[in-house]
């Protein structure tokens, strides 16, 4: 009687086993234990008054390298992970009008400041939020 009970253990831990390989495949398959995509697409916008703007910006590991004056509206797109930093700041110097900086990200506006003369400079930034 002890070798017909050890067989059906042993058979009973064989089909235990395929059970769990199947639902280790399964998961696998589905993407159960892949990493989310972390990536988003970052948009960085100014635009003054004046036709022309003094900036700095960093998004992640990019950066401007310092302040740069650009011809306005001025656009650039960068990709992003979840957590990355992005800052921006604009100032006019034709004193004079507005200027504007506007930060979107996946494709909605998420962080904007505007100001009118006699201020003249903005200031856009935030962490990406974890998904």
Known sequence: MQKKNNGKTVLTIIILLG????????????GVFTK??????VRLEV????????????????NSNGTITVNTPWKKNFNAEDGASVFLTAGNPSQSGEVTCLISLNGRDWKSDTVDYPKQAVACGGIIPHK
């Open 36 to 41: 989310p995509s972390t990536n988003n697409a």
């Open 47 to 62: 635009d003054s008054d004046g036709g022309y703007a003094i900036i700095t910006y960093t998004v992640g590991e990019e």
């Open 19 to 30: 059970i769990i390989t199947a639902a280790i495949y399964f998961s696998v398959r589905a």
